[in-house]
């Protein structure tokens, strides 16, 4: 009886899921889509937003955290002790400038013992743009098969999902993603 009480308490429970990735790399658009299912030019996030929504059967507080980079030093590391189930890691395609930072942003984050375990999907984004990189080398940009291969123990790790926030490319299978990662957790 009481078993049966937790396994509903636990199936209740929101899946948490952080939102990483540069300024500008579209997470608060996505947050905007989940929520609304619309397209929307969001202010600058400025810290943190926390978000509980409901999509497909799945119910997740997003948290969606800041890119700039004080916020990165500071707040991500802070954050992450809280351990979410998954992280997905948003990447401007379209932003070749950008990789470098992106390369060891993306280091600095694998490189974290406390999320070892975390699924990362990375969401190669703005894929509408006519200069996006393909999600293949966004891939070699962030060196996945390199952590694919230091990390055994990582479930399935490091997909890259080619999404545009504009045309809502994509989404669902982020969705598909993540459930798939949490009902493996489950068991
Ligand atoms: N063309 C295009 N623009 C996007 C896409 N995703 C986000 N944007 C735009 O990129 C800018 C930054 O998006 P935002 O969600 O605020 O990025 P964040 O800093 O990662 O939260 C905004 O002007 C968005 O409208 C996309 O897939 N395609
Ligand atoms: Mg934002």
Known sequence: MLQRFFSIFRRGKP???FLLGLQNA???TFLHRLVNDEFINPYRTMGLDVEEVKVEGLHLTVWDVGGQKTFRKTIWDKLLNLVPDVILYVVDSADRKLIKENEEEFKR???LKKIQHVPIIVMANKQDLEDAMS???VAVALHLSDYEL???ERPRPFQVIPTSMKTGE???EVIEKIKIYINKKKK
Do not use: A, M
């Open 15 to 17: 899946v948490r899921l």
């Open 109 to 111: 984050l694998v490189s």
């Open 170 to 172: 994509g989404i669902e």
């Open 135 to 137: 999600p293949g080398e």
């Open 26 to 28: 579209g997470k608060t």
């Open 150 to 152: 230091q990390n055994p």
